[in-house]
């Protein structure tokens, strides 16, 4: 079943779930190519062959520059049925909304298409196809809120159990108090250079000499008048290589030469604060809103498979038949899918 997405905010003061944004949309078929064909019936209303072609063309030229052979086949035949599915499910959403006389204002579509051009859309309000688009996530946005969102609540012992069962997202990284000596190449050709130098200081190190010192006498690096002190930092800010170095260290231990893009570094951990976790109440806000997502994800798939279940989902469609230009004659009788 496809994920509802996101794409409006603050018009009507909630983000709802609701269909990809605007379909593409083609040109008026030409005398030429007036023949059709149904490619699902969805209660009282159709979706024929060419809007369904219209709203997978993109992805269809995606599949056709990225894809060759039997493999192309298979791609395009998963996107037509993800295609085909997104259709029917905009269409009951569509119909449930006419039930329950879910309108949008015009004001409303034209706020939404300040909104969108705000964020790098491009849209044609000259063009009636995109805005009833528009209108159409509108309307699905008004839908989603009402039948689905408005009886959403969130209790505090759903909160406290989300926060056990997702601690890491609450964790706050591990900090480092680290000291450095940095042996930095001067050019591509001074490399071995710099990495027997590293090895001499490492050396050193190990007869018992002061790292501080040997910072002050050795290193490249800009805290070198300092004995190489980095100060405090946190994990995730390192290069790579100089976090996977330190990890395993206790405090006073020393990396063994580690190779950057930078130079030579050889490493102190001087003290390290181990992984801790935020307060449930510091993160209750963050807590709440991701509780309410997730109950929203579950009532909205729940409601939609509600319309799916009461509705009369009769599919015709035929992928063989699908590349067929859409004026071609009428293909042998399809097979249908009832629901």
């Keep these: 079943m496809t994920r ?28 030429a190519h007036v023949e059709d064909r149904i490619v699902a019936i969805v209660n009282t209303d159709l979706i024929m062959l060419s809007e369904m072609k219209r ?21 395009l035949a998963i ?12 269409k009951l959403q569509l119909q449930e909304a006419k ?31 995109n805005m009833k688009a528009v209108r159409e996530q509108l309307t699905l946005l008004k839908v989603v809120d009402r039948e ?62 002061s790292f501080e010192d040997l910072a002050l006498r050795y290193s490249d690096g800009a805290n070198a008048s300092r004995g190489g002190k980095l100060g405090l930092v946190r994990q995730g800010e390192l290069l790579p290589v100089i976090e996977r170095g330190v990890a395993n260290l206790v405090p006073g231990g020393i990396s ?42 579950d009532m909205f798939q729940g409601w939609l498979s509600d319309l799916k279940n009461k509705a009369y989902i009769e599919i015709k469609f035929d992928a063989a038949a699908s590349t067929q230009p859409i004026a071609d004659p009428a293909p042998r009788p399809l097979p249908t899918n009832k629901r």
């Design 148 to 209: 689905v969102r408005s009886g959403v609540m969130v209790a505090d012992p759903e909160m406290r159990r989300y926060y056990n069962e997702h601690r890491d997202r609450f964790s706050l990284p591990e900090e480092y108090t680290l000291s450095q000596i940095l042996i930095r190449p001067q050019s591509p050709e001074d490399v071995a250079r710099a990495k027997e130098k590293a090895r001499e200081v490492m050396s050193l190190l190990k007869q018992g000499e």
């Design 4 to 31: 509802p997405t996101l794409f409006i905010t603050g018009i009507l003061g909630v983000a709802a779930f609701c269909a990809p944004l605007l379909p593409s949309v083609a040109p008026p078929v030409s005398a």
């Design 55 to 75: 709203e997978l063309k993109p992805e269809k030229d995606r599949i056709q520059k990225q894809y060759r052979g039997e493999e192309a086949a298979r791609q």
């Design 99 to 129: 039930a329950r006389s879910v309108e949008v204002s015009d004001q409303e579509v034209k706020q939404a298409v300040q909104q969108l051009k705000q964020q790098g859309e491009k849209i044609d309000e000259t063009d009636p196809a």
């Design 79 to 90: 996107v037509e049925a993800m295609t085909l599915t997104n259709m029917i499910e905009r």
């Design 256 to 297: 063994d030469v580690l190779q950057s893009p930078e130079g030579f570094h050889i490493v102190r951990l001087e003290d390290k604060k181990p992984k801790q976790f935020r307060p449930y109440d510091e993160g209750r806000l963050e807590i709440q809103s991701l509780v309410f997502q997730q109950k929203s994800e």
